[in-house]
């Protein structure tokens, strides 16, 4: 069995993971056009009528800008948390929306998708991992600090998209004032590069295959930096690192029978 995943974009000006299989699949977030959005699932070959619902992380416009045009044009669910509803008021029709709490598993065909609150400066945020019993996939972005939730999830992992937003020598030394640099890594911002990179080398998985490195900052950031920084450390896991401004390729993740986690 395997699973198929994508970014199909990933950065303050939109993000949206694919990860799916033959038959189901699911996004997490919307924060691009429902229009590039199906425009970028067209050039990878992913059919929307095989999404089976939107998982919606928080409230923030970069994570949802694309849900209700999407929802609608397929009748997609939307699975969206009472808090975030709430504080986003997106308006998807009723009978298309679906609330969930923290640690419920959601059941969507072949696959389970498990969401779990996260330290972010937003109303009611989560995190979500996606299985098909076998292959097991994290979707770890806007996370202000490495909490024992997200560890224990990460633990689980055969392939993450996981937040490495800024260097901190980029950040310290740059042009954001005071007050915007203490929001990003305050604790309840964003994850550094230095610590997606501790929580990768301490607590991955013995089969982490791809670690997709997300929402980098445009300016505390570079995707060469974040790149030789976690490859100097992968030793059997592919790194990736999702761009602000096109789809990645879909990737293929496996995993080995004798070390499966269901």
Do not use: W
Request: include cysteine.
């Amino acid at each position: 069995m395997s699973l198929f995943i994508t970014s199909l974009n990933s950065g303050s000006n939109g993000n949206c993971y694919y990860v799916g299989n033959d038959q189901d699949a699911v996004l997490v977030d919307v924060g691009i056009s429902a229009r590039e959005t199906l425009r970028r699932m067209q050039r990878l070959g992913l059919s929307p009528e095989r999404i089976k619902a939107i998982f919606v992380s928080h409230e923030h416009g970069d994570h949802i800008t694309g849900i209700v045009g999407l929802s609608r044009k397929y009748n997609i669910p939307v699975y969206i948390s009472a808090g975030t509803h709430e504080a986003a008021r997106l308006p998807i029709n009723d009978e298309l929306r679906r609330h969930f709490n923290n640690n419920d598993m959601i059941v969507l065909g072949s696959l389970q998708i498990t969401a779990f609150t996260k330290a972010h400066d937003a109303a009611d945020p989560y995190s979500f991992t996606v299985s098909d019993g076998l292959v097991n996939v994290g979707v770890f972005t806007d996370i202000g600090r490495v909490c024992a939730n997200l560890i224990r999830h990460f633990k689980t992992c055969h392939a993450v998209f996981l937040e490495a937003n800024y260097c901190e020598q980029m950040l310290a030394n740059g042009p954001y004032p005071f007050h915007l640099k203490r929001r990003i890594s305050g604790g309840r911002g964003h994850l550094s590069n230095n610590q997606a990179l501790d929580l990768f080398t301490r607590h991955r998985h013995a089969q982490l295959s791809h670690l997709i490195l997300a929402h980098l900052s445009k300016n505390n950031n570079d995707p060469d930096l974040v790149n030789r920084l976690f490859s100097a450390q992968r030793k059997s896991t592919q790194i990736f690192v999702a761009s602000r401004y096109h789809e990645m390729p879909l990737l293929t993740v496996r995993a080995n029978r004798q070390m499966a986690l269901f």
